[in-house]
């Protein structure tokens, strides 16, 4: 009988530490199915970000790099010059990508630094127990929200849609928004992964995918209630698909310069 | 040459394939020379967006076993410790350079040497320690900035260039080192992330997290015992005179520059004066230190800064004998005349 579905390699057979109903699992293994399929397991280095996936390194069975909080982004960017020819993949939290590490986020991409980020955002600060995060919702509670963020009277800003953001600058070649909240859209999510990762080994330039995830430890729900509240509140803000395509333009232009 | 452009050049040849940099005064020859000499060898440049960045990209570059290097002056350096104490966490090594500014704060962009203790402490989170060369010619940034790059290889630690404004933008004679062949540097391929597919090997996870407090003790321990064995081998000091003198004069860098002037001075009206000039800040010669004192000798610390150094001679002489301090700050150095006065008091008054 031919198989059909089994373990990926690149996936270190363990029981993660993350809580139940957590995103971050169906992530990690959409990465390692995608890394095996393209046959890349031994010529990739993922950057793991402080924040819960800082345990990503049990999980990918790759070589890994675990920089300060933030700046995946720049370690990524050097590691993928000094190894062009492996799939670097920055891998990165709504804290860490979008707060702290923005300045080295923002111009990794504006350089065209030819890495892929993975973006979870979960709208709060996980690993840290809740807190308010850059892309919490207008509304949402975080102990350091505990009424909901309110970005008037208390000045706690708005939610920040990153490729939105990032789709300005000349750098970024390919932002796609997926999400994990059911099987069509996981399905959806693993195109969008293998789209920016085969971009990134055509040296294509700057490509991220961004993916709602649910954290029901901090949301303060149970697994299906968080799925819900994601497709009532996140998916109507942070809108799912592509938002800049310009792998085969670029792939176009690239071609001509050779 | 300026002593900034030696360091550039030395590192070039020294084999460092990646250089990241954020612009500030008085090292911005630095990053203008590497910008370029790096790209046209095919190596890499990056102005990095800031020193936080920069570090960072370090970090990444270091991880895979590549010659890498940053530079900064004082406030940028500052930024960076974040990023430093996490490659001594994680084992990588680099070199960083420090052209030091007058401070606190912004400052003033004068020569000074106001970051000995952060620079010989380590200088970030934690405890470890990086090894710290400190120039006083063009030719030294040029031959120190090229051992570095050995130095941080052998001790897998970061190596700093501690030089100040003086340092770095005076111009003299040098001879240059040979351009090393890239095929000879050091092997990092028992620990480097990349190239897992040439041997199938397990893979590999550079990190600097270790949850379990006996494990991660153990991990200091067994650096701080490699330390112990480098400091025992790479202490490095230049005596000028020390052996007759009554006095000592003990300085680094420009200080040392300023005290050699006053002690050819005091030599010619008479006065036993000499110089432990000090190449390595860390690790510190101790025991020459005590030798000197063990022989009878005053001292006298010359430093840009409020007698920072002059804690670390009293430690290594264990205050037998009173230590006397010329401090500057803020970018001021110090004199011959101050100096050669200072001497003379301090041996009587009398030629």
Redesign the interface.
């Known amino acids: 009988m031919k198989k059909t579905y089994g373990h990926p390699e690149s996936l270190v057979p363990v029981q993660t530490k993350y809580c139940g109903g957590c995103g971050h699992g169906i992530i990690t293994r959409i990465i390692c199915e995608i890394i095996d399929e393209m046959g890349l ?3 990739t ?1 993922i ?1 793991n970000p402080v924040g819960c996936a ?1 345990w990503a ?1 049990l999980y ?9 909080h933030g ?1 995946t982004p ?6 993928k ?3 062009p020819d ?1 799939l670097v993949i920055c891998y990165q939290g709504d804290g860490d990508l979008a707060a702290i590490g923005t ?2 986020m ?2 990794a991409a504006n ?1 065209g630094e030819k890495f892929t980020t993975i973006f979870v955002n979960n709208a709060i600060y996980g690993m840290t127990g809740g807190q308010m995060a850059p892309t919490t919702l207008v509304g949402q509670k975080a102990t350091t929200a505990p009424k909901g963020r309110d970005p008037i009277e208390a000045g706690m800003g708005y939610p920040m849609r990153v490729l939105e953001m990032l789709s300005t600058l000349e750098g970024t070649r390919y932002l796609a928004r997926g999400a994990v909240n059911n099987p069509g859209n996981v399905r959806k999510l693993k195109g969008y992964i293998r789209k920016a990762l085969e971009a990134q080994m055509a040296g294509v330039g700057f490509s991220m995918v961004e993916v709602l995830s649910q954290c029901p430890t901090n949301w303060g729900m149970d697994t299906i209630k968080s799925v819900e509240w994601l497709e009532n509140n996140m998916i109507p803000f942070y809108k799912l698909g592509e938002v800049k395509d310009q792998i085969e333009e670029t792939k176009a232009a690239l071609g001509a310069v050779k | 040459m300026k002593g900034n452009e030696a360091i550039a050049e030395a590192a070039i040849r020294a084999g460092c394939t990646a250089y990241f940099g954020y612009p500030i005064t008085p090292q911005n020859e630095i990053i203008a020379y590497m910008a370029d000499h790096m790209l046209e060898m095919d190596r890499v440049f990056i102005q990095a967006e800031s020193e936080v960045a920069a570090i960072n990209m370090v970090y990444g570059a270091a991880a895979t076993g590549v010659r890498a290097m940053t530079s900064s002056s004082s406030p940028g350096i500052s930024l960076k410790q974040e990023g430093i104490s996490y490659c001594c966490g994680a084992d990588l090594p680099f070199v960083y350079v420090n052209i030091v500014r007058g401070g606190p704060g912004l400052g003033s962009i004068a020569p000074a040497q106001g970051d000995y203790m952060q620079s010989t402490r380590g200088g970030g989170h934690g405890d470890y320690r990086v090894i710290v060369l400190a120039p006083a010619n063009v030719q030294e940034c040029a031959d120190l900035t090229y051992l570095a790059f050995d130095l941080a290889d052998k001790w897998r630690m970061p190596v700093l260039i501690l030089g100040d404004g003086v340092i770095g933008t005076m111009m003299e004679g040098v001879s240059l080192p040979p351009m090393r062949d890239l095929a000879t540097l050091p092997d990092k391929s028992d620990w480097a992330v990349g190239g897992m597919y040439k041997t199938g090997r397990a893979a590999r996870h550079i990190t600097s997290i270790n949850l379990v407090p006996a494990q991660l003790e153990q991990k200091v321990f067994s650096r701080f015992d490699r330390y112990a064995k480098m400091a025992a081998e790479e202490v490095r000091f230049e005596d000028v005179q020390c052996d007759d003198a009554d006095l000592v004069i003990v300085a680094y860098g420009t200080s040392a520059r300023v005290a050699l002037g006053a002690v050819h001075e005091a030599r010619s009206m008479g006065l036993k004066v000499g110089l432990l000039r000090l190449i390595s800040l860390y690790p510190f010669p101790e025991k020459k230190l005590e030798a000197l004192a063990n022989a009878g000798k005053k001292f006298l610390v010359v430093e840009m800064s409020m007698g920072q150094m002059r804690e670390d001679v009293r430690l290594a002489i264990h205050d037998k004998v009173e230590v006397s301090l010329i401090p500057h700050a803020g970018g001021v150095v110090p004199t011959e005349e101050e100096v050669f006065e200072k001497a003379k008091k301090i041996l009587g008054g009398k030629i």
Not at chain 1, 74 to 79: E, L, M, Y
Request: glycine fraction near 0%; charge should be positive; aromatic fraction near 4%.
């Open positions: 397991r031994a010529k280095v950057t800082i390194d990918f069975d790759t070589d890994t790099v675990q920089p300060a700046r720049a370690a990524a960017t050097a590691i010059r000094m190894l492996h300045a080295e923002v111009h350089r």
